[in-house]
C-alpha cells in the first residue's frame, strides 16, 4: 500500500481531489490531506508519505520550497505539482528535478489519475532496483562465503599459506599471524553450521570462528580465543548442542600449517565421543575428559513445556499447522514423560489440560456455536490424567474450528460497522483512513476484507450509498442541488454534477424534472 498526500491551501480542491483518487482508486492508496505546506510537511516525514500532490502557489512554503524540503527528508518520494497558471519558469524548475511531474488545475482528472499511476510505476521500478541491488550484493556476500572457505580449507590442509592480506580482503575474522584451535562437530544441522559461528563470536568478543568445509560430513569450525575466553567456549557450546549433538575441539591452539593433523586427530577422538552426545576436549599430551549434556528427559521436558506455552500464540497468531505440529510434538513427549518421569509428567498433563479447559471457559458464553464436544471433553478432563493422543488432537481441531467462526464474525461485524457508518456519515469524512480507523483495522486491509466480503469495492459501495441519497433527497424536492450534493459528501456541485451524471446519463436537475 502506497501512501498519498493531496495539500493545497483551498479545502475544496484538496476535498475534491481526495474524492477523486479515492473513487478511482485502483493502487489500494491510504489518502491523507494537508491545507497547509507546513503541517504537510511535518505528517510527510511522520507517515512515509510515497505520493505528494500539491499547489505550487501557497503561502508559509511555495510548492519548490516545499519540495525542497521532502528531498532534504525523503528523497523517494514522488511529487505531482499543480498550479492555476502555465507559468514557464515553473515548469522549467519542476522538469530540472528527477521524480517530479507538472500538471495544470484546468486539466481533468484523467490527467491527475495518469500522474499518479506514473508516480507509482516509478516507485516500483525504484524498489524493482533496491531489490536487484539487493540481491545482487546478497550474491556477492555468498561467493565471497565461499571464496572465504575455500580458502580457509587450502589452508588448513597446508596446500595454502595463511596471508593475514588474504583473510581480510576475504573478510575473515581469523588472524594468519595467530594459530587456531579447531572444533569439530557430528550431526550438526546444516542450519547450525551457518549460526555457530556468528553465535560463539556474539557469546564473547574475544572468540573468533569459521566455518570451514573440508570433509563431507563434518561440520569443522576454526577457532581464535584469549586464554581466559577457553571456558567461556565450553559454555557457548553447551548453549548451543542439542540431544545426539557432539563436538571435539583441541585443548591448545596449532600453528596453521599443522591444522590438517590436528584434524584427523580430532575424527579419531570424536569417534569416541558417547552417542546420545557430549563435548570432547582433547589435547595431544592431556587425558581426554567427556562433558555429558544433562538429562535428556529434562531436555525433553523443557521442549514439552515450551511447546504448549506455545499452543496459545498459535491459536492468536492464526497459525492452524504450527498449532497441529505443536499439539502433536507435545504429545508425543508427555507420553513418554508420564511413563518415566511420573511428576514431571503430571505437572505437564495439567498444563496441557489447563490449556483445553481455560479455552472452553472463554468461549463459554460466546455468541460462537461452541462444539458441545469440546466443553464436555473439558468437563471431563481429571487435572494430571492423560487422555489419548486421539482425543487431544480431535479438540484440537474444534479449537480450530471455534477460532475460524470467531474470526469471521469479526469480519462480519467489521464489515457491517464500517457500512452503518457510510450509511449516516454520507457529508462527513468517509475517506478510507477514517474508515480503517472505525473498523481498527490497517486501510489496506480494510479494503481487501470489505471486497473479500461483499463483492464490491469500498468505493463502489460508498458511490452507491452516496446516489442513493442524492435521489431520495432530489425527489423530496424541498433541497437546492448545492445543498443536496454538500450533504452526500461532494464539497464542489460540479463535481457532485459529474458523479451523479456519471452513474445516471443525466444531471441532477435533468433527474428532478424527469420525477
Not at 505520493?51 to 519548490?64: F, N, W
Not at 454520507?426 to 477514517?434: E, H, Y
Request: proline content about 4%; charged content about 30%; hydrophobic content about 40%.
Amino acid at each position: 500500500m502506497y501512501r498519498l498526500m493531496v495539500v493545497d491551501d483551498e479545502p475544496m480542491i484538496v476535498d475534491g481531489l481526495c474524492l477523486i483518487i479515492e473513487e478511482n482508486d485502483k493502487w489500494g492508496l491510504d489518502v491523507h490531506r494537508a491545507c497547509r505546506s507546513r503541517d504537510a510537511l511535518a505528517a510527510i516525514q511522520e507517515a512515509s508519505i510515497d505520493i505528494v500532490i500539491t499547489d505550487i502557489s501557497m503561502p508559509e512554503l511555495s510548492g519548490l520550497e516545499l519540495l525542497g524540503e521532502i528531498r532534504k527528508r525523503r528523497p523517494s518520494c514522488k511529487v505531482v505539482l499543480l498550479t492555476a497558471h502555465d507559468l514557464f519558469e515553473y515548469a522549467y524548475e519542476a522538469l530540472k528535478i528527477q521524480g517530479v511531474r507538472f500538471l495544470l488545475k484546468t486539466e481533468d482528472y484523467a490527467a491527475v489519475l495518469g500522474a499518479i499511476d506514473g508516480c507509482v510505476k516509478d516507485i516500483e521500478e525504484d524498489r524493482r532496483m533496491r531489490e536487484l541491488a539487493a540481491r545482487s550484493d546478497e550474491q556477492m556476500r555468498l561467493i565471497k562465503v565461499m571464496q572465504r572457505r575455500e580458502y580457509l580449507r587450502k589452508c588448513l590442509r597446508g596446500q595454502e599459506k595463511a596471508s593475514q592480506a588474504m583473510m581480510e580482503e576475504l573478510g575473515s575474522s581469523l588472524d594468519a599471524r595467530s594459530p587456531i584451535r579447531l572444533i569439530l562437530g557430528r550431526k550438526v544441522p546444516v542450519e547450525q553450521t551457518e549460526l555457530i559461528p556468528s553465535l560463539l563470536a556474539a557469546t564473547d568478543e574475544r572468540i573468533r570462528c569459521e566455518m570451514v568445509e573440508l570433509d563431507f560430513g563434518d561440520a569443522c569450525f576454526a577457532a581464535q580465543l584469549a586464554p581466559e575466553a577457553a571456558s567461556v567456549l565450553m559454555h557457548a557450546l553447551e548453549e548451543v548442542q542439542d540431544s545426539g549433538l557432539s563436538f571435539a575441539l583441541s585443548m591448545n591452539p596449532v600453528p596453521w600449517e599443522s591444522s590438517h593433523f590436528e584434524y584427523k586427530r580430532l575424527k579419531t577422538v570424536l569417534a569416541r565421543a558417547p552417542e546420545e552426545g557430549g563435548i570432547v576436549c582433547s589435547g595431544p599430551e592431556e587425558p581426554e575428559s567427556i562433558k555429558k549434556p544433562g538429562d535428556y528427559l529434562m531436555h525433553a521436558a523443557e521442549r514439552c513445556r515450551k511447546e504448549i506455552e506455545g499452543l496459545q500464540a498459535y491459536i492468536e497468531a492464526g497459525n492452524p499447522e504450527e498449532f497441529r505440529t505443536a499439539l502433536s510434538g507435545a504429545l508425543d513427549q508427555l507420553r513418554a514423560l508420564c511413563e518415566t518421569r511420573q511428576r514431571l509428567g503430571s505437572e505437564l498433563t495439567m498444563r496441557m489440560n489447563l490449556f483445553f479447559l481455560a479455552f472452553a471457559n472463554r468461549t463459554e458464553d460466546s455468541a460462537i456455536k461452541t462444539k458441545r464436544k469440546l466443553r464436555e471433553f473439558a468437563k471431563s478432563l481429571e487435572p494430571d490424567i492423560l487422555l489419548p493422543k486421539s482425543d487431544y488432537m480431535e479438540f484440537g481441531e474444534e479449537v480450530l474450528e471455534i477460532l475460524s467462526e470467531s474470526k469471521q464474525m469479526l469480519k462480519n461485524a467489521s464489515v457491517e460497522r464500517v457500512k452503518a457508518y457510510v450509511d449516516s456519515h454520507l457529508g462527513d469524512d468517509i475517506s478510507l483512513s477514517r474508515l480503517a480507523e472505525v473498523a481498527h483495522f490497517n486501510p489496506k486491509y480494510l479494503s481487501k476484507l470489505f471486497s473479500s466480503e461483499t463483492g464490491i469495492n469500498l468505493s463502489e459501495y460508498i458511490a452507491g450509498k452516496r446516489l442513493e441519497e442524492a435521489k431520495r433527497l432530489i425527489a423530496l424536492g424541498s433541497m437546492r442541488m448545492q445543498d443536496i450534493s454538500s450533504a452526500v459528501g461532494f464539497f464542489s456541485p460540479a463535481y457532485f454534477t459529474r458523479f451523479f451524471k456519471k452513474a445516471t446519463g443525466m444531471s441532477p436537475q435533468q433527474y428532478k424534472e424527469r420525477l
